[in-house]
């Protein structure tokens, strides 16, 4: 499980722009309050778009190729529960501050990188949502039920201790607090593309 979380999270981060950052003391910008309310923001937002939404709203698609806004709160809950696995393993391991030399983005650099929706890229196979949610409730649910273990991972880890776990990722190492703000700002990137759908020309009245 550990192995394909890690593989499914090179793959995402692989997707999306770092920028180097060239001042370590950037990385240190956000303490745990930033932290746990981007998280509490981002599902207050999911379930401000999508709650009054009708059947036919959830699962209208803007093209073939798009996702619906139902299938946005799938690959978000997929993807949440697929590498919040990996992230604790990142804040389990043996602290190692020697490497916070060697990161490589910025907090702002990690959260802008992956909102960005200027570049669009196609999910792994296996995130690929499946249509499995017929109301938003459902796929709020499953999105919140495994928000709790990555918010208790934050609660019992003081803020040293996750910037104090750097781990290898495809551009360069970043820290276990970068990894958590990763997954929301993902989520955070598909919020956006809600408004998209909810915005296109044929959503239904």
Request: charged content about 25%.
């Amino acid at each position: 499980m550990k192995k394909t979380s890690l593989f499914l999270f090179t793959l995402l981060l692989f997707s999306f722009q770092l920028t180097v950052a060239t001042a370590q003391d950037s990385a240190e910008a956000h303490d745990k309050a930033y932290l746990l309310n981007f998280y509490q923001e981002n599902i207050n937002n999911l379930r401000a778009k999508t709650a009054n939404l009708s059947t036919e709203q959830l699962q209208y698609k803007p093209s073939p190729e798009s996702w619906s806004v139902a299938q946005c709160l799938e690959h978000i809950a997929l993807t949440e529960t697929m590498l919040s696995g990996m992230v604790q393993a990142v804040v389990d391991q043996p602290a190692n501050p020697e490497d916070r030399e060697l990161l490589v983005a910025s907090d702002e650099d990690v959260v802008n990188g992956v909102v960005d929706r200027s570049t669009k890229f196609k999910a792994p196979e296996v995130l690929q949502p499946e249509g499995k949610y017929t109301s938003a409730e459902a796929g709020l649910v499953a999105i919140i039920n495994n928000r709790n273990k990555i918010l208790e991972m934050i609660e019992n880890n003081s803020l040293e201790d996750m910037r104090n776990r750097v781990a290898d990722a495809p551009a360069g190492k970043i820290d276990g607090y970068q990894y958590l703000l990763f997954i929301a700002g993902h989520a955070e990137r598909h919020s956006k593309q809600i408004d998209e759908i909810i915005a296109s020309e044929g959503f239904p009245k």
